[in-house]
């Protein structure tokens, strides 16, 4: 079956703009990740959803940074007023349930460049 | 909070050989899972292999083992028969029964397989 999928492959945008960055995670999972993996470093987690609603978003770093989920699969983070410490890529990740015992798929990840 | 340290930025061996990555952690949860993904060039993160905490057994995945040390904290990882394909980043991750619902990874090894 599919794996998860995140578009777009790379963003390229200047400081100050908007973007969005999207999620599909394997169909019929329940817990969907992001989290923020900048260069030379691992992943450190910005938020979890479990279905619907964000269960845990301790990890986003400034009111800037937002996601959701609306349906329950596919989740879109979205960063205001980019800054050059945004770029970094950002890596999806989904499990079937949630939970320490559930292994978490990742996606491909967006690399997002801030000019 | 739990930390995960890997102490080897970068390792370097010959095809063929056995090579083994660094890990420990820091937690005071006693129920948990242990995880090495690798991270080929192609960026997506691929579980390589698990444990969990109450396990004794040293969990193995084909040329893949762990020796894992929960006194210590202590949870490597050993490839055997190395393999070109080998080559990639290799992240050491921790997820706890409690608390926060989120992997929490170590700083990655580069690990290069040489012909």
Same mark, same amino acid.
Do not use: H, W
């Given at each position: 079956g599919a794996g998860v999928s995140q578009t777009p492959?790379?963003?390229?945008? !200047?400081?100050? %703009? &908007?973007?969005e960055l999207r999620c599909d995670p394997i169909s019929g999972h329940t817990a969907l990740y992001w989290y923020r993996q900048s260069l *030379?470093? *691992?992943? !450190?987690?910005? +938020? &979890?959803?479990? *279905?619907? *609603?964000?269960?845990?978003?301790?990890?986003?770093?400034?009111?800037?940074?937002?996601?959701?989920?609306? !349906?329950?699969?596919?989740?879109?983070? %979205? +960063?205001q007023r980019t800054e050059r410490g945004d770029s970094a890529v950002y890596l999806c990740a989904s499990s079937t349930v949630g939970g320490f015992t559930d292994t978490q798929y990742f996606g491909p990840g967006t690399r997002l460049t801030v000019l | 909070a739990q930390t995960v340290t890997q102490s080897q930025p970068e390792m370097s061996v010959q095809e063929a050989e056995t090579v083994t990555l660094s890990c420990t952690y820091d937690t005071s949860e006693n129920n948990y899972y242990l995880f090495w993904y690798k991270q080929p060039p192609s960026r997506q993160m691929i579980?390589?292999?698990? #444990?969990?905490?109450?396990? #004794?057994?040293?969990?193995?995945?084909?040329? $893949?083992?762990v020796n894992f040390q929960k006194a210590a904290k202590s949870f490597s990882?050993?490839?055997?028969?190395? #393999?070109?394909?080998?080559?990639?980043?290799? $992240?050491?991750? $921790? $997820?706890?029964?409690q608390g926060a619902q989120k992997l929490v990874f170590g700083q990655g090894t580069r690990l290069t397989i040489n012909p």
């Open positions: 492959s790379n963003k390229v945008t !200047e400081k100050g %703009k &908007y973007v *030379g470093q *691992g992943p !450190e987690f910005l +938020i &979890y959803f479990q *279905g619907t *609603g964000a269960a845990d978003d301790s990890g986003l770093p400034n009111d800037r940074f937002f996601a959701v989920r609306p !349906e329950g699969s596919v989740s879109t983070l %979205k +960063i | 579980l390589v292999i698990r #444990q969990e905490a109450y396990k #004794q057994q040293n969990a193995t995945e084909n040329r $893949f083992s990882l050993k490839i055997s028969d190395s #393999q070109l394909g080998d080559t990639a980043m290799y $992240f050491c991750a $921790f $997820f706890a029964a």
